[in-house]
Each structure stands twice: as C-alpha cells, then as structure tokens.
C-alpha cells in the first residue's frame, strides 16, 4: 500500500499542524502540546465544556468534531491509541469556562482508563466532570449486555445534540443527560471489505481474502459477526438495517436519523446505493427518516466499508440535531 507520508513516526503531528494552518479562524491548540485542540474561542464563560478523544485514523471523529454546537476540544492519541491522561485533563483545562466539562467519547479501555484518571485530576483542580461514552455498535455485543458495547459512527449524533444542549446554555447535568438519551437510543452496524494499513508499522489491521465481506467489524479491525462471500449492496444493507432495527425495537410510526459512513475507501456513491436500500426498507416498515447524513463521519485510514448507524427520534432530539453547528468537518446551518 503506497501512503502520502513522511517519516511514519511524524504523521499524526503533521496531520494535526495542516489542520491548523488550514483553519486558524476555528481551531486552536492551547499550549505547546499539539495533540490538543479546542475551539478557537475557547474556553466559553458560563458554558458547559465537551471534550472528545481517542486515537487518529478516524477523521473526521473525534478531532474533526470541535467547533460551535458541537464539543469544546479533543485530546488526540497516537494511530489506534489513546491520548494520554495528562493530555485529557489539559484539554479539560483548556474548555473549562466554569460550567463544568462532560466527557464524551467512544468506549474503549485505553480512552475509558485515561478520561477517568483526567477526571480524577480535574477534581483537584475543581473543576466539575461527567462522563458518557458512546456504546452503539450492536455487533460487539448482545442487547443485554449493551454497556459493554463499542463506540462508532454513531456516537457522531451525541456530539451533536450535546453540544447543541451546551450552546444553549443548558447545565452540566442536563448536557450529560441529553448525550445519554441519544447513546440509548443510537445504534450502528458496519461491514468491512479490505483492511487498514497502519502508517507506522505497514501491518494489516485484519486480514479478509478477495472476494469476502466481515459484518460486523469495527473501525479497528475488530472482528465481526459474520464472513463470507460478498453480497449485493442490497443484501448487505437488508443485513445491516434489519439488526438495527430490531435492536432500536422500531415499529410503523417511529422516525428516525440515519447516517450511512465510509470508512475511507469506499466512494460516496456506494454510499448512495445503500441510502436507497436503507430508505426502502425503513419506508416498508413505516419509519419515517427525519434526517440523514451521507458521507464520511467515522473512517479507519483506507479501509473498505461502510456503517450504517439509526437513531430513534423524538421532537426534542430533533430539535437538538437541527441546531446550528459548525467545525472544519461538520456544518449544520
């Protein structure tokens, strides 16, 4: 796999320093450790602050979701790694304007072991924490044991109705009970269909022969729950919706937010393809799509695949996904 790199060991800084120069006027790093980043206003007097975090390879996640309306800063780990403690609790400091700071991210050891020691280090300098981790990848575990479960694409419509709870002025409880509401009613699904070549080792973050599709994979290469043959896209998005459906427990009647995500390497219309499918299986079951987001949201570098994520509306998540939000990667007007 040929990449556009210098040295491996350098890429994640430099990544992150032409996303500075590229948008001045909305990010800022607070200090000398460039693995930080936080909006350009930052800190906001008065206002909850939301920090994100986690490992590159994924953008947009994380790092491409901090802005208005949406989290505060990000606290950006090495490829498929976590950010350290210490850079969590500077991000913290960073967007702390006196409102308290939810912690909002995907559900990983690592990220879940190093937010909880940046909460702890927080405490001591008095500034309130709450955390809530996104956990809607159905296919890592049963719906009985979803607090074990994965965060991934669709932790995208936390970010967005919390930081809309935030810019509103709501408080730190209220914010965090609002990304809770949305993680309840999230779910997602992917399918891979060749892996990631990691920047710094060259290894394959999975291995699937030619001509195979893995239902079920997550964005690190993390096994799936089905491999075999590759199906039509029809198929495949029939497999895909039908377990989200049956998890959210949706009926005729309900509406809904649905993103359909690349994952790096597949083009936008594939992407389509599904929507199509994905909007007639749903209009068949009479769930009505409210919103819908097409394109790339969560990658894994180049991998081949894409996600399908299903959030169960009511009037008031609606409301929050239609606030106005505006980062470098994500812009709802």
Known sequence: MKKIINKPEDFVNEMIEGILLAHPEKLKTPG???RILVRADAPVAG???????????????????????????VAIGNVFSSPSSQQ????????????????????????????DLAADLAELEDIETRTVVG???????????????????????????????????DSLDAVAAVAEDIVDN???????????ILPTTAALSFDLPDGEM??????????GIHRGPLETADAITDRLVDALVEDLDLYDGD????????????????LYVMYR???????????????????????SLEMAGASISLLKLNDARLALLEAPASSPFFQEV
């Open 32 to 34: 000398e450790d460039p």
């Open 47 to 73: 206002k909850v602050g939301i920090v994100t975090g986690g490992g590159s390879g994924h953008l947009p996640l994380f790092k491409g979701y901090v802005g208005q309306g949406l989290c505060s800063g």
């Open 88 to 115: 969590c609790f500077e991000a913290t400091k960073a967007v702390s304007g006196g409102a308290g700071v939810l912690y909002l991210y995907g559900n990983y050891g690592g990220d879940v072991f190093n937010f």
């Open 135 to 169: 956990r809607d990848d159905v296919a890592s575990q049963p719906k009985d044991n979803r607090l074990e479960r994965r965060g991934v694409a669709g932790l995208i419509f936390a970010y967005k109705a919390a930081g809309a709870a935030a810019e509103r002025g």
């Open 186 to 196: 999230t779910a997602t699904m992917g399918i891979g269909l060749s892996p990631t």
């Open 214 to 223: 893995e239902i079920g994979i997550g964005i690190h290469g993390e096994p």
């Open 255 to 270: 509406t809904v937010a649905v993103l359909v995500n690349g994952m790096g390497a597949t083009p936008l219309e594939e």
């Open 277 to 299: 499918r994905v909007h007639q299986i749903l209009s068949g079951r009479g769930v009505s799509i409210a919103k819908n987001y097409i394109g790339e949201y969560a990658t």
